[in-house]
């Protein structure tokens, strides 16, 4: 990701994999400030050990745990851009939360 806003990683389940490899990147080269991390997974956080060594904030939760944390994603929203990577149905469900909150900077990939 490439923004002067801050960027917000929504990865679910194994839609970690290519947000791990621009995460590593970007740490690598001193350009991980300005990015948070949302990982999305039923019970086992794909490269959790690795990428917490990253200094972002970083969320990992299960499907009911979004709300508990969506607020600290969204809030200044407009200062912020959005990158989903999951399942088709992970990424369509997160623009729909996103859009309810009027939220609409937002790239997606469907790596499933």
């Known amino acids: 990701p490439s923004s ?3 960027v917000v990683l929504i990865a679910g389940g194994l839609g970690i994999t290519p947000m791990r490899s621009m995460l ?3 740490a690598y080269k001193g350009q991980a400030n ?3 991390l949302l990982h999305v997974a039923r ?3 794909l490269y959790q050990d690795e990428l917490s060594k990253i200094d ?3 969320y990992r939760v299960n499907r009911q745990g979004i709300d508990d944390v969506w607020s600290k994603l969204t809030e200044q929203a407009e200062n912020k851009k959005y990158y989903i990577c999951g ?3 992970f ?3 997160m623009i729909e939360k ?3 909150d009027n939220i609409h900077d937002i790239v997606t990939e469907d790596f499933m």
Do not use: E, T
């Open 43 to 45: 019970d086992a956080f």
């Open 34 to 36: 300005n990015i948070s």
């Open 24 to 26: 590593l990147d970007l």
């Open 4 to 6: 002067s806003k801050h």
């Open 91 to 93: 990424v369509s469900g």
């Open 56 to 58: 972002i904030p970083q």
């Open 87 to 89: 399942s088709n149905r």
């Open 98 to 100: 996103l859009n309810h």
